[in-house]
């Protein structure tokens, strides 16, 4: 069974410009999860989609960040306009149940440099 | 507010010895808590969770945790370690969606 994938694995952008990240989940997986981890700090929660729809993204930190996922299948997390402090790891993780206790399994993160 | 601390940015062990990476944790109601560990260009593997029972959880590769309510605490375990679980260990509370700054553990040969 494939695991949680993300694309690009690297992604060095100006700050203004757009990037997009992409998150393929495990297949069935319901649940979709985005994290951020900047300067080697925590890992923290950016949104939680069930399905087509955001359950929460309460950590988005503002309007710049766009969360899709159309269909109920890979998402998108995209950046407009980029600033210096939006580097950091992006990481996604999938889950197949609803409730918290669940499992999250996460993909490899992209390296997101903004100059 | 809700956090989780892993104390030690670094841990040194040598490879045969005991391991023991710190978790404390602050967050209202039962916590659901996950540890999980980063090898270099990897993502997070899963390694063991405690949801309810038995407060002694046993997970992948050798390692086991302890859920103490009294402590607040969730230490990772291992009783004797080796090089290759030299990684960088997270530990979380995930009905919180929060996790801590990670823990580097270095076992030297």
């Known amino acids: 069974e494939a695991g949680v994938t993300q694309f690009p694995s690297h992604s060095v952008i100006e700050k203004g410009q757009t990037v997009t990240l992409r998150c393929d989940p495990i297949s069935g997986h319901d649940n979709l999860y985005w994290y951020r981890r900047v300067m080697g700090k925590e890992i923290k929660f950016l949104l939680h989609f069930v399905k087509e729809s955001k359950q929460d993204e309460s950590g988005m930190p503002n309007n710049r960040f766009l969360a899709e996922r159309t269909g109920g299948t890979y998402s998108t997390l995209k950046v407009q306009p980029a600033e210096l402090e939006d580097s950091g790891v992006y990481f996604c993780a999938s889950s197949q149940f609803s409730g918290r206790r669940d499992t999250q399994y996460f993909g490899p993160g992209t390296r997101l440099t903004v100059l | 507010a809700q956090s989780v601390a892993q104390p030690e940015d670094q841990v040194n062990v040598a490879e045969g010895n005991p391991l023991t990476v710190k978790c404390t944790y602050s967050?209202?109601?039962?916590?659901?808590l996950f540890w999980y560990v980063q090898y270099p260009n990897r993502g997070l593997q899963f390694l063991l969770k405690?949801?309810?029972?038995?407060?002694l959880v046993k997970g992948s590769y050798g390692f086991e945790a302890e859920f103490n309510k009294s402590q607040t605490s969730f230490h990772l375990k291992k009783p004797s370690a080796l090089v290759s679980d030299s990684a960088l260990y997270f530990c979380a509370a995930l009905n919180k969606l929060i996790f801590g700054a990670g823990t580097r553990l270095a076992v030297h040969p």
């Open positions: 967050v209202s109601g039962n916590p659901y």
């Open positions: 405690y949801i309810t029972g038995d407060n």
